[in-house]
């Protein structure tokens, strides 16, 4: 059984820095997108950063420079560093994993994790 686990969420102060870990377990994953989103109280969920199994990196806008996507391959688990936090990325983050196998598409979501940044 596929489980997406995030845990590193926190409350930190303005300016500060997070690391954020989603760890993927019960498959061969072998060629897979993983996706950082969050969701802020009261609105939509929003893509983040996006890393593939050949290493290609993708980032919002709004957080371009400041958070930084990689991975553990050895540990099937993926990290988002967050810095210079703002109060604007409070939100529930979640990691989503895409991943084909046996020739269908599969898509699994965490829990999510909290991160919250006071002013």
């Known amino acids: 059984q596929v489980q997406v686990v995030e845990s590193g969420g926190g409350l930190v102060q303005s300016g500060g820095s997070l690391r954020l870990s989603c760890a993927a377990s019960?498959?061969?994953?072998?060629?897979?997108?993983m996706r950082w989103y969050r969701q802020a109280p009261g609105k939509g969920r929003e893509w983040v950063a996006l890393?593939?199994?050949?290493?290609?990196?993708t980032y919002a806008d709004s957080v371009k420079g400041r958070f930084t996507i990689s991975r553990d391959s050895a540990n099937n688990t993926v990290y988002l560093q967050l810095n210079n936090l703002k109060p604007e990325d409070t939100a529930v983050y979640y990691c989503?994993?895409?991943?084909?196998?046996?020739?269908?598409?599969?898509?699994?979501w965490g829990q999510g994790t909290q991160v919250t940044v006071s002013s």
């Open positions: 019960g498959s061969d994953f072998g060629r897979f997108i």
């Open positions: 989503n994993l895409a991943f084909m196998h046996r020739g269908s598409s599969q898509d699994y």
């Open positions: 890393i593939t199994s050949a290493d290609i990196t």
